[in-house]
């Protein structure tokens, strides 16, 4: 079994970004959100048919774990009544492609952040989706956009959230959205960046001391980190803190979107296969097909069937860490018999 | 012969970092700045010997292109004023080492940058240090420290002094100082995401096509670009731009400031090595053992050494590189006979 944990509804039917827009305009004009459109089950298929499950087919994967398109949060637009509503339509609507197809698609939900504001209506949405049937949350460490005005994650701001993480047995997806900062390309160097910066805050801190069953999943290969595994390992005794195998990589995963075969060599050759989680990100960030091999960037799956990994570490990779991660992943699998 | 093109003076007499203290207490309480301390030929002397030195004949490297400590620009203290001072203080502690080991240092200039100031005093000090026999610059991209409050690189902004360095013949290692953000420890994250991100806004613009003279060295082994090469070849593509080969690779070098051998087999796997410097940041940001190894983590001459490399090709990464991408460092070893 292939299960790929990092899938964006970023092919959503259009009536969705176009209310988001009018939300923001009624916004700025001091006027009420307009009402959400009708969005039928038949759009909502062929708007996955097309895209997503076409090419899990194509590509040979089983299932992905399914949450809002990640650039279009913008926890930095609006306000926390903005960001609430928006996340709210964002997560109703994973929750009816995972329902129209269970077999393949079940959610990971956007959380209203907003800058400035606390993480209670977070927690409330995390506990709503929760309830809806998803596993787990995406949880932005910028809300501000390209602009880092939050604390640091193992900053005492963030541990609602991860009480309530802890609580619900659901682990969270750091990402961030896209940047109004334009120093940052969103794809190309704020997400990247977040990546690095998460795990670098993860270092210096003791997160997991207080929460030792918290799960983070740090997507984009981990950033810049398996590439300088040196520096951080380095870093860490500099610090004064354990090893990393021990004072972060027991709470940490990285997934494998990374976009061509030398990167994914890496991230196996220097990261335990047991924090390596399979995603693509597809029909995300990198939508072409690399002239090198002829095949889709981020087609992923062939990378990590290319590297050098023996068979148990493939399951690894491709279902058992994201079983281990998502616990309520693996038990609505172990209902159907999977 | 080795050239080592990214050396900072760590170690500077304990007097220099004094007075940068005790100048920001007087810009903070409105006094003039002190006056700048004496410091003996013999301390400077004591103060390389002891450690740069001592490590290059260890280490077996012959020359280190060396610079200002890059944590202690710190351009987002003071005003420019301040900038100015510190500027012209660090570089001319630089011109004071390599008048003493002239076989063995030469000097890149730190820039007295200042958030919202105009670029006028940074291309006055390089033209100063080049007269010095200075042979490149250390440009920050983010001066604000972890804030990121000035433009993209590729904005006019910055033209005033990609001018200067083009018709002066030198290169800028783009390279950030301290962060104030508290978000972003400094070698562990802002080192890095600036690497990432100023390579993408290279990327997104089209800076060589206005200076196609110009030379950018972007340290530490290229934040997470070579780790995530699928990543800007695809985005380069979608953004509609040419092969990264011939868009950005002519003017684009990377150090091997990446201080594990998996990272720099990938670099060299990934990377041109035509494009890559010898660099080690000795004494830097990782100063302790890899117990993995029993080697310094910044030791990067043992893994350029166990690279896939052709003799060719090293030589290219340990002097050839340098010597073109610093053509007044190359002049000044031609004069010597080397």
């Given at each position: 079994m292939i299960i790929d944990c990092h899938g964006h509804y970023t092919t959503a039917p259009p009536q969705h970004d176009a209310w988001r827009q009018s939300q923001l305009a009624a916004f700025r004009e001091g006027r009420p959100s307009p009402d959400y459109p009708a969005i039928s089950d038949d759009e909502i298929r062929e708007s996955v048919e097309q895209n997503q499950l076409r090419l899990l087919r194509e590509r040979g994967a089983d299932m992905t774990i399914f949450s809002p398109r990640a650039s279009a949060m913008?926890?930095?637009?609006?306000?926390e009544r903005v960001s609430g509503e928006w996340a709210r339509a964002c997560n109703d609507l994973i929750a009816r492609v995972a329902g129209l197809f269970p077999e393949t698609f079940i959610g990971v939900c956007q959380l209203p952040q907003s800058p400035g504001a606390d993480l209670k209506a977070s927690v409330a949405e995390l506990e709503r989706c929760v309830e809806m049937g998803f596993v787990g949350c995406n949880l932005n460490p910028d809300p501000s956009g390209g602009r880092w005005t939050s604390p640091p994650l193992?900053?005492?701001?963030?541990?609602p959230i991860f009480e309530k993480m802890v609580e619900l047995d659901v682990p969270a997806m750091v990402h961030v959205s896209s940047s109004c900062n334009p120093v940052f390309h969103a794809t190309g160097a704020h997400y990247i960046n977040a990546d690095t910066t998460a795990f670098m805050q993860l270092i210096q801190g003791d997160l997991f001391a207080d929460f030792p069953g918290l799960r983070l999943v740090i997507p984009h290969g981990g950033g810049a980190v398996p590439y300088h595994w040196g520096r951080y390992r380095g870093l860490a005794d500099m610090l004064g803190q354990p090893p990393l195998s021990e004072h972060v990589m027991r709470n940490v995963f990285f997934d494998t979107c990374v976009y061509h075969q030398p990167g994914i060599d890496l991230l196996v050759r220097v990261i335990d296969t047991g924090n390596i989680l399979f995603g693509s990100e597809m029909v995300g960030a990198v939508r072409g097909i690399d002239p090198e091999t002829g095949h889709y960037f981020d087609d992923t799956k062939r990378y990590i069937d290319a590297a050098a990994l023996t068979e148990a570490q493939r399951v690894q990779v491709y279902s058992a860490n994201a079983r281990r991660v998502y616990p309520r992943l693996d038990q609505a699998l172990r209902e159907r018999g999977r």
């Open positions: 913008a926890h930095h637009e609006g306000d193992t900053d005492r701001y963030w541990y």
